[in-house]
């Protein structure tokens, strides 16, 4: 604190009007102001300024068209997100088109017999069967086009899968088709949780 | 964070209620959320960037977070708390924007000296005279609005928005000494600016 012969320094006396000075400083000041009419009258219009700024209203109106534009950003955004939403749909189904192209190559034979349990399989089964109850019950929610995007993606992951366990069968302990078979599940799963978040908005 | 009163009406339940309604999509209840907490949001911004502009760009920004976030506030603040801080975080994220793109505006590390104060003399002449009239709020704006940036965020956040200095340091990356220097210099501007 500056209190020399003459004044209080601005600071100081900002200091003392929120009463951030120690006891000591602010009865330094109090002396001071009882003698000092300058200071007294620094110290009314510091107050007086203090007090006009209390009075400010704590709301202002916006412009009148505001909420119109409030309105369309929300709007926009939404839109965008949900177009972002899909376009992971897509990527999700185009990565399956890749792996379903690789696992053509892979594959030593075909079989049409059904595909007896693989171990990957339980890690997904519950999950799969719980999301696609979900988004089957909400279907109707889904916007646009969603549905049949969704439904053309799944059929390409689900053949993918398909064709990831037929190979696992006559090639048990290859670990690049279990972690094919593993991504591909995982695809499904993202596929068909992103469905059910679309369904939700 | 230090109290400070609510300044819009809470009416618990009824507000819990509501925006359950606005975060699930229904469209009246989002419109009546604004129409309750858009002032205080449009006085906020205007106040912390001194620019109607800015500040309508900034409301729009607060009101698509609000949408997007409704659903995760908890009630275990007010709306209005909840609401005030989002605002709060959009603000001063743009002013540290407008501070890298304005490179001659003045610093929050600016702390230039209240020179001739001890004295009396100089820049602190117009303390000495008698206390301003200030009861024209408007004047009163127009003259926060003219502060530099840096003083002008720490007098709305401390005079106006009843934050501490450390609040205020956590809230804007600095340090509570700064602050206080910002506060001493944006109040000797606005007592010079409305003796004038």
């Not at chain 1, 601005?10 to 002396?31: K, N």
């Not at chain 1, 177009?83 to 990527?91: A, I, L, M, P, Q």
């Not at chain 2, 109290?3 to 606005?22: C, W």
């Not at chain 2, 009396?120 to 206390?131: F, I, K």
Request: aromatic share 4%; hydrophobic share 40%.
């Amino acid at each position: 604190m500056t209190t020399n012969l003459d004044h209080i320094d601005a600071e100081t006396m900002s200091a003392f009007v929120d009463g951030d000075l120690d006891p000591q400083a602010a009865a330094t000041v109090d002396a001071h102001l009882a003698a000092c009419g300058v200071c007294r009258g620094r110290m009314e219009s510091m107050r007086t300024l203090l007090a006009a700024v209390a009075r400010l209203p704590r709301s202002v109106a916006p412009p009148a068209g505001l909420w119109g534009d409030v309105r369309h950003a929300v709007d926009t955004d939404v839109r965008a997100r949900r177009r972002e939403r899909r376009w992971n749909v897509v990527g999700l189904a185009a990565a399956a088109l890749i792996t379903f192209g690789l696992l053509r190559g892979a594959s030593r034979g075909e079989t049409t017999a059904p595909v007896p349990p693989t171990a990957v399989d339980s890690n997904y089964t519950a999950a799969i069967a719980a999301l696609t109850g979900t988004v089957q019950a909400r279907r109707a929610s889904l916007p646009g086009t969603a549905a049949r995007t969704m439904d053309r993606s799944l059929a390409v992951i689900d053949t993918a899968i398909d064709e990831a366990r037929r190979a696992l069968v006559l090639d048990p302990d290859n670990q690049d088709l279990v972690g094919i078979l593993s991504a591909n599940y995982q695809r499904k799963v993202e596929l068909l949780q992103r469905a059910a978040d679309l369904s939700s908005d | 964070m230090t109290a400070r009163p609510e300044l819009v009406q809470n009416d618990g339940e009824g507000e819990q209620a509501r925006a359950r309604l606005a975060a699930a999509g229904d469209a009246d209840a989002f419109a009546r959320l604004y129409r309750e907490h858009a002032g205080r949001v449009y006085a906020l911004c205007l106040r912390m960037t001194g620019s109607p502009g800015r500040s309508t760009e900034l409301v729009q920004d607060v009101f698509v977070r609000v949408w997007r976030r409704l659903s995760s506030w908890r009630a275990d603040a007010a709306l209005s708390t909840w609401i005030h801080r989002i605002t709060l975080n959009l603000v001063i994220s743009n002013a540290r924007d407008e501070q890298r793109r304005r490179t001659r505006e003045v610093s929050m590390n600016d702390t230039s000296p209240d020179t001739g104060a001890a004295s009396g003399e100089s820049g602190d002449t117009a303390l000495s005279v008698a206390p301003p009239t200030v009861e024209d709020s408007i004047d009163l704006e127009r003259a926060i609005a003219q502060l530099p940036a840096g003083a002008r965020t720490v007098f709305v956040l401390h005079d106006i928005e009843g934050y501490s200095h450390e609040e205020i340091a956590r809230l804007t990356g600095t340090v509570a000494g700064t602050c206080r220097a910002q506060l001493h210099r944006a109040r000797r501007l606005l007592m010079e600016n409305l003796t004038r």
